[in-house]
């Protein structure tokens, strides 16, 4: 695996790889919120991604990554959420086997959708000791590869390339990109798509009261825990890693955090207005943006919409 | 107002002229749904249309069809639905009075939805015999122009750019389109655009089994009415005109029903699966799709899903 940050050229040839594999999602526009919001906003759709988020994207470019060799022995992740159906769906593609250790308390949807894209679950306890544990056992057991959810360049420059489509599908210079963040691998992959295609576009992220790792970090300059976690985001709760952290510090203009009444108020604009169903998670920036669009009045402004795998029978409205 | 049947001309004038006003909506796929049903199938997002329907389309086409002098009284219509909301946001982009006629039970949702887009609300009772006599009386008291919801030339081409969009963007010959059929507006627009631009496109429909006139009609060859009205799909309730009904049955090819429990199964797939927003009447052309897919094997298929205006507190799972 890579041990260099992303550059142009690694984004560009990130794209290619898994272009075929995944949806090039939408841009859409709703001209009530521009006038709510005094700019011009463009929506990118990863909600619409494969599996329902663009973990897709990074899940992709890190296996196709790997040496046929290296695929023999499977890939092995820890994740209740996005990024493992993400690479039980990336391995199918090669046909590769794909382990994932799963908390023995994940839904029963989240299981089925790693079932459904051929991952072999092994269930542990909920702590991130069980879940290394485990996973090591695993990668002795088989010789599987572990693809870290974020702190991975192969995954970094994935995630990369659904802020270089906004960027080349708005077909307007973006002035910024709104993002959120967990452990901060859109986040980094953004601000560096943002950096190496469209220098003049500034990059902020969106991020739950109650799970206000990054703002620390960012503010203190060295990797801080969340002071406590209580949040409907459930796909932020990570704090971030010794790559993400760097590219962060470095490329993103500002991170703010938003309540999760705010995280529900956008989620129900974009169910209601947009017609999309959107996660908890994938709603923040636009939280994120909305509290903070005063200083944004006439601005071209992306969105990422991140993702949209959510329990209909546990809507928070 | 037209009252020739609209040819290839006036729908290519039609989508010209309301292009600007309108989203040029996304054409989405599904692995998952296409290995499911053993064939190749293109969604057209009408759900992601201005004012969440595929009826913005017909609205504009009516309204901008209309002379400036014409336009100086108004327009009126009579509507719960998404055609009031049609009607009030396209007078308002001409800076015409819309006098939108709503029954006095009508959900708070859809009369705040017009009232947004600066519609004019007269209340009467739910008879179709009282929305008639109080739109006749609106006219009479301000001359403004009666715009059918889909008994009306301009409304057809308008509903005509739908599939007109689809059968360019999917970038494939298409073999067959699903639309749902109430009063026949969208589905004959339909029928007309595969006609005049891909004659070898079959056009199919789905009707709610609890509003089955449509299909009695087409197999009677006379306008027939349902023989009991009781369906989720609430904008699928009406019956077919004297206009929509000869294009039809000379261009259409059949009419299949689905149950409310399909309409539901369907509904839910898109939610779930497909992260999109859609309401019942909308899910009904796939639901006819899934329920008669194995004539259907190895074929390229558009489905319109028609609207996304559904109460997120009322849903149906």
């Given at each position: 695996m890579s041990d260099t940050v992303p550059n142009r050229e690694t984004i560009e040839a990130a794209h290619r790889l898994i272009?075929?594999?995944i949806h090039h999602t939408p841009v859409l526009t709703s001209s009530f919120l521009n006038e709510l919001c005094k700019a011009e906003i463009f929506f990118k759709c990863e909600n619409l991604q494969k599996i329902g988020a663009f973990k897709a994207r990074g899940g992709l470019n890190a296996i196709l990554s790997l040496s046929r060799e290296q695929l023999k022995n499977g890939v092995t992740t820890h994740s209740s959420?996005?990024?493992?159906?993400?690479?039980?769906f990336s391995a199918a593609?090669?046909?590769?086997k794909a382990y994932i250790v799963m908390p023995d308390n994940s839904p029963l949807v989240k299981i089925k959708a790693v079932e459904d894209n051929g991952g072999e679950i092994t269930f542990c306890?909920?702590?991130?000791?069980?879940?290394?544990?485990?996973v090591q056992e695993i990668t002795k057991k088989t010789g599987a590869t572990f693809i870290h959810p974020f702190n991975n360049y192969e995954v970094i420059a994935g995630q990369a390339t659904a802020a270089k489509e906004l960027m080349e599908d708005s077909r307007e210079n973006l002035d910024l990109i709104f993002a959120p963040v967990g452990g901060g691998?859109?986040?980094?992959?953004t601000a560096l798509a943002a950096h190496y295609f469209s220098p003049e576009t500034k990059v902020y992220a969106g991020e739950p009261e109650g799970a206000a790792d990054a703002v620390l970090s960012f503010r203190s300059d060295k990797i801080e825990r969340a002071p406590y976690i209580k949040t409907i985001?459930?796909?932020?709760?990570?704090y971030l890693g010794d790559k993400t952290f760097p590219i962060i510090k470095q490329h993103v203009t500002d991170i703010f955090t938003v309540s999760d009444e705010e995280i529900i108020q956008s989620m129900r604009f974009l169910w209601e207005?947009?017609?999309l169903v959107v996660e908890p998670s994938g709603a923040v920036p636009l939280a994120a943006f909305i509290k903070n669009k005063d200083q944004f009045e006439g601005k071209k402004v992306g969105i990422i919409?991140?993702?949209g795998n959510v329990d209909l029978g546990k809507l928070p409205f």
């Open positions: 272009a075929p594999y959420g996005n990024h493992a159906q993400a690479i039980a593609k090669v046909g590769a306890k909920n702590t991130p000791e069980e879940r290394e544990r485990t691998g859109l986040l980094s992959g985001a459930d796909g932020l709760l990570t207005r947009m017609k919409l991140t993702g």
